[in-house]
T-cell receptor
Framework: DTGVSQNPRHKITKRGQNVTFRCDPISEHNRLYWYRQTLGQGPEFLTYFQNEAQLEKSRLLSDRFSAERPKGSFSTLEIQRTEQGDSAMYLCASSLVNRAEAFFGQGTRLTVV | ELKVEQNPLFLSMQEGKNYTIYCNYSTTSDRLYWYRQDPGKSLESLFV?????AVKQEGRLMASLDTKARLSTLHITAAVHDLSATYFCAVASGTYKYIFGTGTRLKVLA
């Protein structure tokens, strides 16, 4: 499968725990994005990487959130001290530099109880 | 700050009918995308519109872009049940960020 891959697909965690999600983009894609989608809403931009450099981080990302993309390949999104408001679908997408289209992964659905 | 609005938010239509979904955005942009999302699934790319007057068609769906009016339309021709999904437009903000609309939930009734 050559699409964007996200793991895990579902995560249930207790409030206050830390969680980490992984995204493997399409192999030749330089750009990687994280979006968050809550029920009934469109995806909201969280952060963007070009290769290994994190070029933008949304105001939506509090200090509890951190994202990395070591070596410009896969990316991880970590949420520390989870809160119920963090419950959402976390979507990863990738695209080529100078290409217009972003391809989305299946997402990780986080439920904080 | 770029804002993207879609209407209608909900659309229930009979099979065989035609309808149009509208996507308005607030500031200049040179790229607009349409995506489809099925319940519990991720987003599937439908169309990429890169210039004023661009028109793309795939099956029963046709998308157009008017950058001067800051408006894109997604036209559905002779709807079938398989088109039931949520449709999002996304507008490029700068060189890499997409701003999504709130989506249009389409239900096609047999």
């Amino acid at each position: 499968d050559t699409g964007v891959s996200q793991n895990p697909r579902h995560k249930i965690t207790k409030r206050g725990q830390n969680v980490t999600f992984r995204c493997d983009p399409i192999s030749e894609h330089n750009r990687l994005y994280w979006y968050r989608q809550t029920l009934g809403q469109g995806p909201e931009f969280l952060t963007y990487f070009q290769n290994e450099a994190q070029l933008e981080k949304s105001r939506l990302l509090s200090d509890r959130f951190s994202a990395e993309r070591p070596k410009g390949s896969f990316s991880t999104l970590e949420i520390q001290r989870t809160e119920q408001g963090d419950s959402a679908m976390y979507l990863c997408a990738s695209s080529l530099v100078n290409r217009a289209e972003a391809f989305f992964g299946q997402g990780t659905r986080l439920t904080v109880v | 700050e770029l804002k993207v609005e879609q209407n209608p938010l909900f659309l229930s239509m009979q099979e065989g009918k035609n309808y149009t979904i509208y996507c308005n955005y607030s500031t200049t942009s040179d790229r607009l995308y349409w995506y489809r999302q099925d319940p519990g699934k991720s987003l599937e790319s439908l169309f990429v519109l890169l210039s004023n007057g661009a028109v793309k068609q795939e099956g029963r769906l046709m998308a157009s872009l008017d950058t001067k009016a800051r408006l894109s339309t997604l036209h559905i021709t002779a709807a079938v049940h398989d088109l039931s999904a949520t449709y999002f437009c996304a507008v490029a903000s700068g060189t890499y960020k997409y701003i999504f609309g709130t989506g249009t939930r389409l239900k096609v009734l047999a």
